[in-house]
């Protein structure tokens, strides 16, 4: 929106969260550090998974990121304070600040981030919150700490108490209160200087204050000593490496004692700043229960376009677990910019990392966009020239604000997700699972052992046997075991996850049994950890109400290598339906997936997800460089078990934000014609997968579309190998899964623009108003660049991507509903990466609340399709345009021939295939003579080989046609 926009509070748009927050913590979720973790219950509990955001610019502003302006002397937080002094006095600037303080957050924004589902934030303030100029301490300068812990607490959040800015200032920027400008070390007198010896004794002073008042409080997570020392001038300083390392750890290390006087329960964290090698090992100082921050931020790729921002983050990772520091580890800082694609990786990287992470940061101000989940559009404030009135009644109005939906989308996905479990140390035991330890089971043969990476510090060892398989006993009498006596509540199918370590090769075996039932073998894979590190297993069996038993041996046939029980999980799985659901899958035949994202379609990676029966494989067509290949089994539908133990699959954890219908693309390459399974724990489908193989060699990518229901949250899903047949063999490489859009009438459907890829730096998100056809849409899309200066790539306006999926090429019509209030808007959009053409919107003296439409033709192919619209391009700010939606509808009419350059398309056929050129990047379509499509390239400009049997067939470019002859 822009002159009429309406704002939307947040408290009306979250209404209902009280539904949805977690309960209050209490004193048994007090965490501390155990190894890599941190456990609930004074570190001999659950693991948690910090995963937050920052409350940045509320106690401590920074102006880029908040609704004040720099001029009249005033660039940092210590201005705001001497300015106001100097016009108004001590007491009214208290008052003037306390107004911007206590209406920058509400408790809607907190009851806003446990929507999300985050259970964290940590909270920056900064010295002069507590004290006045001259370090005497306020009676109230717990005021906003306390407020914050509250809130956080009853919603089941903990607190990082975080001291952003030291007094003297730690690094001269303005995150620290004080702008040093160019001269950051000399306004570093934390550090340096005359002052920095009384600055430290106040900073020590004033940790003793804060760990006197929280030392009992569970909801605190930790204490953050210092943020971001040396930040600007670390590496350029003229000091040593050595030098700057002992000031700043003699001052970690004078912090730790003087709160641990105090305080000996509350977790300590330490920021490097940026990397490992600033921080020491904790061994040396005799430090325990600490955490490691780091923060990262790479400017040189703001909008991914080089994938940067993941490979760089993935980095840090690296380095992080390369420096073996046995203490948790915390991004505490961090954003990936513009691009939520990089947003939905660079979370994912870090949430199978097994790191805590709190994004940069909770609130910004529009024109910042993605630096925060809700952004500000109110006046700005110039405290040296604003009137006393006008600063009182702007600063009044600083919490209001928006949603950033197109962030929180990506984001609340990974705020809710459990952690990939890894092998940085214990497996964190689902919510949903009952943990059984196997040194309070029945124990044949072994010896309890205590262990540091053990989850309950105590598990089962010395479990190797050197027996056959064929060899053991009927009672086990000849082998070692650990028997758990499981109790159900009710009959089902259930799954169990072992946890366990072990030094030898992958593919140890064990044997399970349950209720005196058949031998089952399990194998193990150690993935080159060593004996101190937790890995997992899993297997599903069938239970019965009551007491079960569930007997796990140790390693058998090879004496030497052995495996170390822990513990194991149990969980209900769903219930297959007695009856399959026969469906036969819509198929076609795509290109190599090189693209990780088609629109609004988000991508699981079959090598990621669980696999049972089959093997990650490399090969050269596979979307990510690897999938799961030997998925075939020969037995027949009827005969396959409710719980698939006697067929091989891969589980996907799918995250959907909203309980709906969803459509899923297998990419998979096969040989033959075959029959494969999907199954939710509500859902079973028999998929025919029709014979599109026979002509194609194993290296050609394939896709099956299917739709679900899923809920929102996550979700699992099941999808399996061949089966009938076991000499038909089906390889998966990934799915990729999509909000189905609507049936509108007819052949007509419906795609939702918030559901679409949204790309806009400004105060731009779903909105919400009565004239969208689904009550949301996409507002304030204009641009301020000419339509002659816009990139053929669209890159440099807003538009909104939408994901269409036809499954026959043809002309079809685009019917764009949008609103807008400008009379002639001209735009571009572009269809399947093409060049972008122009397009007209006509407003006709209408308001803004009633819709208008945009209709064009357009060829589509087979398949999926991208058509991206960007908002209107006048030069001006005050021409804006809304989209709601595209209907999509098949047409007789002509296509409308896009004003681009033709691409020359020449090729020949030859033994095994045909060889193209082309003079510039295209998509090259590939039809039998009887007008079925073969195949579909996006290709570069220059030659090309594609592989075809023989036969005649027609080669296609949106503006050039070329028959040939494969002999």
């Known amino acids: ?46 693991v948690v998974q910090l995963k937050g955001t920052n409350l940045g610019g509320w106690l401590i502003q920074e102006f880029w990121m908040t609704p004040t302006n720099s001029g009249g002397g005033v660039t940092c937080e210590r201005d705001i304070y001497n300015k106001l002094i100097e016009r108004f006095g001590e007491t009214k600037m208290r008052e003037i600040v306390d107004i911007y303080q206590s209406n920058y957050l509400k408790e809607a924004d907190f009851d806003n981030m446990a929507s999300m589902g985050m259970n964290c934030v940590r909270l920056p303030f900064w010295w002069r919150n507590l004290t006045d100029a001259n370090g005497n301490l306020y009676s109230d300068w717990y005021k906003y700490i306390d407020w914050t812990i509250q809130q956080a607490k009853s919603r089941g959040m903990y607190v990082i108490i975080d001291f952003h800015g030291a007094p003297g200032s730690q690094n001269g920027s303005d995150h620290s209160g004080v702008d040093g400008g160019d001269n950051k070390i000399g306004a570093s007198e934390f550090f340096f200087g005359a002052n920095a010896t009384a600055n430290q004794n106040l900073y020590y002073s004033l940790w003793e204050t804060i760990a006197t008042r929280y030392k009992n409080e569970p909801a605190v997570a930790g204490y953050d000593l210092l943020n971001e020392p040396y930040c600007t001038y670390r590496y350029n300083s ?8 002992t000031w700043l750890w003699n001052i970690y290390n004078t912090a730790y004692q003087r709160i641990r006087a105090i305080d000996s329960k509350h977790v300590i964290i330490m920021e490097a700043t940026w990397d490992p090698v600033d921080l020491p090992n904790p061994a040396t100082y005799n430090w325990t229960n600490v955490m490691y921050e780091y923060h990262n931020y790479l400017y040189d790729d703001y909008d991914n376009n080089e994938g940067r921002q993941i490979t760089n983050m993935q980095s840090k990772l690296n380095a992080i677990k390369a420096a073996a520091y046995n203490v948790p580890s915390y991004m505490g800082e961090f954003c990936y910019f513009n691009n939520l694609t990089a947003w939905d990786q660079g979370l994912a990287l870090l949430n199978n990392s097994g790191i805590n992470w709190t994004t940069w940061t909770y609130k910004v101000v529009s024109t910042y966009g993605n630096w925060g989940l809700v952004n500000q559009n109110v006046s700005s404030t110039n405290v040296a020239t604003d009137s006393e009135a006008n600063i009182r009644t702007k600063w009044g109005n600083v919490g209001s604000s928006y949603n950033n939906t197109g962030l929180i989308n990506v984001a609340s996905t990974y705020f809710n997700k459990p952690a990939v479990k890894n092998n940085l140390g214990p497996a964190e035991s689902n919510s949903n699972a009952t943990r059984y330890e196997s040194e309070n089971a029945s124990i044949s043969g072994g010896n309890t052992e205590s262990q540091s990476f053990y989850s309950n510090g105590a598990g089962v060892g010395a479990m190797n046997t050197s027996t056959a398989e064929n060899g053991v006993a009927a009672d086990w009498s000849n082998v070692k075991y650990v028997e758990y006596t499981v109790n159900i509540a009710s009959a089902g199918d259930y799954r169990i996850t072992l946890g366990y370590n ?13 209720n005196g039932g058949a031998n089952q073998a399990l194998t193990l894979n150690n993935n080159g950890a060593s004996w101190n590190t937790m ?61 990780p994202q088609y629109g609004g379609w988000t991508r699981y990676e079959g090598e990621a997800a669980y696999v049972k029966g089959g093997v990650v494989e490399n090969q050269s067509f596979y979307s990510g460089g690897a999938g799961v290949g030997s998925l075939n089994s020969g037995v027949a539908l009827a005969n396959v ?30 040989d033959d014609d075959k029959m494969i399974l999907a199954r939710t724990p509500t859902q079973l489908y028999a998929i025919t997968v029709p014979a599109v193989n026979a002509a194609h060699t194993w290296n050609l990518m394939h896709v099956v ?23 038909t063999w089906l390889n998966i490489d990934c799915i990729d899964v999509c909000r189905i859009p609507l049936q509108v009438n007819g052949n007509t459907v419906r795609y939702e623009a918030e559901y679409g890829i949204i790309k806009a730096n400004r105060a731009v998100g779903e909105e919400t108003q009565s004239f969208y056809s689904n009550l949301w849409g996409v507002g304030g899309m204009g641009s301020n660049v000419a339509l002659a200066n816009v990139a053929n790539d669209l890159s440099n306006v807003y538009y909104v991507t939408f994901p269409i999926f036809v499954e026959t090429a043809g002309t079809y019509k685009i019917t764009l509903a949008y609103n807008g209030n400008g009379n002639t808007m001209t735009a571009k959009y572009r269809l399947n990466n093409g060049n972008a053409t122009t397009y007209t919107m006509y407003n006709s003296g209408m308001s803004w609340n009633d819709m208008n439409y945009v209709r064009l033709n357009v060829h589509l192919n087979a398949g999926m399709n991208t058509v991206t619209f960007a908002g209107s391009s006048t030069g001006s700010w005050d021409d804006w345009v809304n989209f709601d939606y595209v209907d999509v509808a098949p047409t007789n009419e002509p296509v409308q021939v896009a004003q681009t350059a033709a691409v020359a398309l020449q090729c020949v056929g030859m033994a095994g295939g045909v060889k193209l050129s082309l003079d510039a990047a295209e998509r090259v379509v590939v039809y039998s003579l009887s007008g079925k ?35």
């Open 1 to 46: 929106m822009k002159k009429q926009l309406k704002w939307i509070t947040v408290a009306a748009m979250w209404l209902a969260v009280s539904l949805m927050s977690a309960a209050p913590l209490t004193d048994s979720d007090f965490l501390q550090a155990n190894g890599r973790n941190l456990r609930k219950n004074y570190g001999q509990g659950d």
């Open 238 to 245: 003229g000091y040593s490496a050595d030098q700057l390392h």
């Open 502 to 514: 072990g030094n030898g090769a992958d593919g140890m075996k064990v044997l399970y049994r349950v």
């Open 535 to 595: 890995n997992t297993a899993e297997f599903t069996v069938s239970l019965n109400a009551g007491n079960n038993t569930i007997r796990i041996s140790g390693t058998i046939e090879v004496q030497s290598n052995w495996a170390n029980q822990d513990y194991i999980d149990v969980e209900q799985v769903g219930i297959a339906p007695s009856a399959a659901i026969q469906v036969t899958a819509r198929t076609l035949d795509i290109a190599t997936a090189t693209n």
């Open 641 to 670: 078990a409710a719980d698939w133990s006697n067929i091989n699959y891969v589980r996907f954890n799918v995250n959907v934000p909203t309980t709906a219908t969803y459509r899923v693309l297998l990419q998979y390459n096969g």
């Open 705 to 727: 579309l299917f739709d679900l229901e899923l809920q929102a949250g996550d979700n699992e899903l099941y999808i399996s190998g061949t089966i009938n047949n076991a000499s």
């Open 933 to 967: 499509q073969v195949s579909s390239y996006l290709l570069d400009a220059g030659e090309h080989r594609l592989p075809l049997v023989s036969g005649r067939y027609l080669l296609t470019t949106r503006s050039d046609v070329c028959k040939v002859v494969v002999p």
